[in-house]
């Protein structure tokens, strides 16, 4: 339930979808609405406390309140039902959703007073929570309303022409003790808009972070077989033959290419071909040391390993283990066996030269190639040493 909640909410602000939007942003806006009019209507109900208000006033905009958070409620029912077939972005909706709360909240934070309520705070959550669930497009229009009115709402109370507070018979803090109502009364609104905003705030970096966190993953691996991509082969290669020059370990690359693969591609179909791909990298993945090795995909039918503390035997072996593991492999699409073979060379970095070792890893596949393939060659020998 938990899990499910959290993925919904990921999901509305991953996707940004209006609907899962409309539905998130009315669940955290209406208990504010809700607690509000629990707080009126409880002044209404009592003339010692009803004391502090314009009764009048106050009974307008307890009806006020009541059909906003009604409306928000509908909107979010409304949206729920919606939710499969409504179009990702859905500006009247979203309109829908953010006018009247974001316009209704604004007018009750004047009528309360900004200065001394925790009204203005609550006004700041409900945007950060409109900003985060809606695009920006989306809030603009409302953005823009609010701060007219706020403004001419300051402009009017400095020429005199409107009071401050025109809710209250006077403002919260009129000098001296708050009374006890207003002391609750703060007490109730303050933690209604911080305990859930420091909630939401923590929810919404935490999430913030799982989602770079997911991003800097996809960015670093090849879609189809899971494997590195070139780009973060490239940038370990760097990393580990700095550390090669620095220690003198050994550290040894391997370039492997599949045999004949646009035979397969054009004899079995594409999909085919990539059914290859995707088992060889589940065998590459099986064949190297988890967490000190690395298995890329360069691109094509293109792999790579980078072996760290490996010597050119220790690597060669390891090739080799590959070529004849995949030998004995033949690959299942639907009914077909796909019968593929895989060519490897291999070759040192030395002196710190990463990209010198895969021009020589890649001069040695060349040469297994040109040998027959199905076979591992080793750089830096006096003359290429083949395996079969
Ligand atoms: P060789 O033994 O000399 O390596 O022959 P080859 O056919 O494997 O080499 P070539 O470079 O001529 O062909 C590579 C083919 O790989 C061409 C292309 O159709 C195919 N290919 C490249 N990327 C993909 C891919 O992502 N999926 C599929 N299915 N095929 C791909
Ligand atoms: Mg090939
Ligand atoms: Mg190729």
């Known amino acids: 339930m938990i899990a499910g909640l959290r993925e919904g909410v990921d999901a509305a602000l991953r996707q940004r979808r209006?609907?899962?939007?409309?539905?998130?942003?009315?669940?955290?806006?209406v208990p504010i609405l809700l607690l509000l009019a629990g707080l009126q209507g409880w002044a209404l109900t009592h003339d010692e406390v009803l004391l502090y208000y314009r009764p009048e006033r106050l009974a307008a905009v307890q009806w006020g309140v009541g059909l906003l958070a009604l409306?928000?409620?509908?909107v979010a029912l409304l949206a729920w039902q919606r939710r499969e077939w409504l179009p990702e972005h859905?500006?009247?909706?979203?309109?829908?959703?953010?006018g009247p709360v974001l316009m209704g909240w604004c007018a009750?934070?004047?009528?309360?007073?900004?200065?001394?309520?925790?009204?203005?705070?609550?006004?700041?959550?409900?945007?950060?929570?409109?900003?985060?669930?809606?695009?920006?497009r989306d809030i603009t229009p409302w953005l823009a309303a609010g701060a007219v009115l706020l403004v001419g709402h300051e402009l009017l109370q400095g020429l005199g022409v409107v009071s401050y507070a025109p809710l209250l018979s006077q403002p919260m803090f009129a000098g001296g003790e708050l009374s006890d109502w207003w002391t609750?009364?703060?007490?109730?609104?303050?933690?209604?808009?911080?305990?859930?905003?420091?909630?939401?705030l923590f929810y919404l970096f935490s999430s913030l972070a799982r989602h770079r966190a997911e991003l800097e993953t996809l960015a670093r691996t090849d879609v189809l077989t899971g494997l590195a991509n070139r780009r973060e082969f490239m940038a370990r290669l760097?990393?580990?033959?700095?550390?090669?020059?620095?220690?003198?370990?050994?550290?040894?690359?391997?370039?492997?290419?599949?045999?004949?693969?646009?035979?397969?591609?054009?004899?079995?179909?594409?999909?085919?071909?990539?059914?290859?791909?995707?088992?060889?990298?589940r065998l590459l993945q099986g064949s190297v040391r988890q967490e000190v090795d690395l298995a890329a995909r360069l691109g094509g039918e293109e792999f790579a390993l980078l072996l760290p503390e490996t010597d050119t035997e220790g690597a060669q072996c390891v090739a080799r283990k590959i070529v004849e593991a995949l030998r004995g492999m033949p690959i299942h699409h639907g009914a077909q066996l796909l019968p593929v073979t895989i060519s490897a060379g291999v070759a040192p970095v030395q002196g710190g030269d990463g990209e010198r070792a895969l021009r020589l890893a890649d001069d040695s596949l060349y040469e297994a190639k040109r040998q027959g393939r199905d076979r591992v060659v080793m750089a830096m020998a006096p003359h290429a040493d083949a395996m079969h």
């Not at 705070?121 to 950060?128: A, N, Y």
């Not at 690359?253 to 999909?271: C, E, P, R, S």
């Open 18 to 29: 209006t609907a899962m939007a409309c539905v998130c942003f009315s669940l955290l806006t």
């Open 90 to 98: 859905a500006p009247r909706w979203a309109a829908a959703a953010l």
């Open 184 to 200: 609750w009364w703060l007490r109730i609104m303050f933690n209604a808009s911080v305990l859930p905003f420091a909630a939401a």
């Open 71 to 74: 409306w928000q409620g509908l």
């Open 238 to 281: 760097a990393e580990e033959a700095q550390r090669q020059q620095r220690g003198e370990r050994p550290l040894t690359v391997v370039m492997l290419d599949v045999d004949h693969f646009k035979q397969v591609n054009d004899t079995h179909g594409h999909a085919a071909g990539d059914q290859v791909l995707s088992s060889l990298g």
């Open 108 to 136: 009750l934070a004047l009528l309360y007073g900004l200065q001394d309520t925790p009204m203005g705070m609550l006004l700041i959550e409900i945007l950060v929570f409109a900003r985060a669930f809606f695009l920006l």
